[in-house]
């Protein structure tokens, strides 16, 4: 290719060809690369293994335009780090695929998949090929997973009147959260959110239905679920009730106003007799759409236009509470769930298309002067929406992920109620049966079994660490209990309850979402370990 060559002359005057290079393109190759990889990735993991468990530390995370958040989730970390390791970057996408599927337990994949390449690359540097250690990673990955399988519980969640152990486990994923302080009130919500939505029958939570809206002002304990649609707007007047109850609902898309001339015709005002004939004809226009509405029989108004003053006033004289300027996805969302029509004009407004609500009220908060409006009851909808209250934006964005958190985890409750218990037990059981098999394995793959198994018992010391244990004595007495007492539920003590018994505690993580941390760790090493070229392209430089 020539385009990027030059021809030029040295100083004797023969030619030579500069070619300009791939100035900046970059590659790395064979065992080498797989090492820097590991390196890369190795480093990312450890940034959130401080993260994990119930007394892991958050961080703040400042972008590059100076917004702050500040977060304990793992996805949320990964998600705004600036990285430019192209391997570090699979890392993020870990932590997204499992937030994706089940929606926590995004920091402890990640430092599995860590310590999985920790122990790679002790192995690579034996002289062991990667791809060995790739195969039998997998294969001891099916083994663990299998001994999850084997230990898990089934918890009892079906009894819709006694939701506690929904509640137990919805509390458990908030430990770890800012919102702690509120712990019994946000897992009150979660649970309720799920339930409200939960179908029982088939298994399923559509999580369409449970919107998440915060507002900064207020306290944490402000929160609440809110079993309807809320909408972030007020009457459109001061006087017009506070409450509708029994509402049906005018949901509108033209406005509260007399029809206007096309440009092509001018309005000649030329005395005060025609403007008031002009005024009577609007206050005419106006009140014949007002008794359009009360024809119909609604008592209430959605508009998704604005009204000038005498329509408003007119419509407060005719009892008619109205809110207007509501954007066109709410209009959708209120009409789906109240189950109306949205009416493009007044003559189409008949009482069948009206939505149909409980209650409509205005929601105030305590001393500022803001407003809401809550539409509850609906006739159609499960929807719900919960409502997140706090004295700042990085507070407010943090609760909501941590709701979100533990939303998931009763979600995947309902889809299976098979539990194992946390605080590392999961992983220290496995780590006991992938040594057990490690010990029948004749050459290579003994190594990689082994070596898997050290990995597993990452998750356990880093829990203990971050709860100011000794990682390896912790580890050590709690794998030697569970042997001796051949008990699966033995786990760190973070939070110094004085048991190690995680089911007392009820510390537990839905099944699927622990072996989906285990399968996605155990994939993302894989990947890693068979690269074993990566060419970069850059920019060439002229
Ligand atoms: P993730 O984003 O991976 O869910 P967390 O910071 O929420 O990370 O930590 C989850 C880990 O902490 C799990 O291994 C869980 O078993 C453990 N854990 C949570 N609560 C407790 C507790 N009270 N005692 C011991 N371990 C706990």
């Known amino acids: 290719d020539l385009s990027n060559a030059i021809m030029a002359q040295d100083e004797m005057g023969r030619p030579f060809i500069i070619v300009r290079d791939q100035g900046k393109k970059k590659r790395a190759h064979g065992i080498e690369a797989t090492k820097s ?164 029958e088939h298994k399923t939570v559509d999580f369409e239905l449970i919107k998440m809206e915060g507002k900064v002002g207020g306290a944490l304990k402000d929160s609440q679920l809110i079993k309807g649609v809320i909408l972030d707007k007020d009457f459109s007047h001061p006087q017009m009730p506070k409450r509708v109850e029994n509402a049906k609902l005018a949901i509108l898309t033209c406005p509260f106003e007399p029809p206007k001339p096309k440009t092509k015709h001018k309005l000649d005002i030329s005395s005060v007799d025609e403007f008031k004939k002009l005024q009577t004809y609007e206050h005419e226009v106006f009140t014949q759409m007002i008794q359009q509405v009360k024809d119909s029989g609604a008592n209430m108004v959605i508009c998704q236009w604005g009204f000038d003053d005498e329509a408003n006033h007119l419509l407060l004289q005719n009892h008619l509470p109205a809110v207007r300027w509501v954007g066109g996805s709410e209009l959708e969302l209120i009409a789906i769930a109240t189950n109306g029509r949205i009416v493009p004009r007044f003559e189409d407004l008949t009482t069948a298309k009206l939505g149909e609500a409980g209650v409509v009220r205005e929601l105030e908060f305590g001393t500022t002067r803001d407003r809401m409006l809550v539409i509850e009851n609906c006739a159609n909808s499960k929807a719900c929406t919960a409502f997140i209250r706090g004295s700042n934006k990085m507070i407010v964005d943090e609760s909501i992920r941590a709701l979100h958190d533990s939303i998931c985890v009763v979600r995947n409750l309902i889809k299976d109620n098979r539990v194992v218990y946390g605080g590392g037990a999961a992983e220290i059981t496995a780590s006991i049966a992938v040594s057990e098999a490690a010990d029948k394995q004749s050459g290579i793959s003994q190594y990689a079994f082994r070596a898997f198994a050290n990995a597993l018992d990452a998750i356990p010391m880093a829990l203990a660490e971050n709860s100011g244990l000794d990682p390896i004595n912790a580890l050590t007495a709690i794998k030697a209990k569970q042997v001796k007492e051949r008990n699966p539920n033995l786990g760190v003590d973070c939070l110094g309850k004085g048991t190690n018994d995680m089911k007392e505690l009820f510390v537990i993580d839905p099944l699927i979402g622990k072996k989906q941390q285990l399968i996605l760790a155990t994939q993302l090493c894989r990947m890693l370990l068979k690269i074993n070229d990566v060419i970069i392209s850059g920019k060439d430089e002229y």
């Not at 996805?75 to 499992?98: G, H, R, Y």
């Not at 399988?149 to 137990?168: F, R, W």
């Open 37 to 200: 990889h590991i390196l890369a990735a190795r480093e990312v993991a450890s940034i959130v293994k401080t993260s994990l468990g119930p007394r892991g530390l958050d961080k703040i995370l400042i972008s590059t335009d100076g917004e702050i958040t500040i977060t304990n989730d793992g996805a949320t970390i990964l998600s705004q780090m600036d990285l430019d390791n192209q391997i570090a970057k699979l890392l993020v996408e870990l932590s997204k695929s499992q937030d994706d599927e089940i929606g926590d337990g995004t920091t402890g994949v990640v430092v599995l998949a860590g310590a999985l390449l920790d122990q790679a690359l002790e192995l690579i540097e034996k002289g062991i090929h990667p791809i060995k250690i790739a195969n039998g990673f997998e294969e001891a990955c099916k083994i663990a997973v299998q001994q999850l399988d084997d230990i898990a519980d089934t918890i009892d969640i079906q009894n819709e009147a006694n939701d506690t152990n929904l509640l137990k486990a919805a509390k458990t994923s908030l430990g770890s959260k800012i919102v702690s302080k509120c712990h019994d009130q946000f897992a009150q919500m979660a649970v309720d959110a799920v339930l409200t939505v939960a179908d029982f």
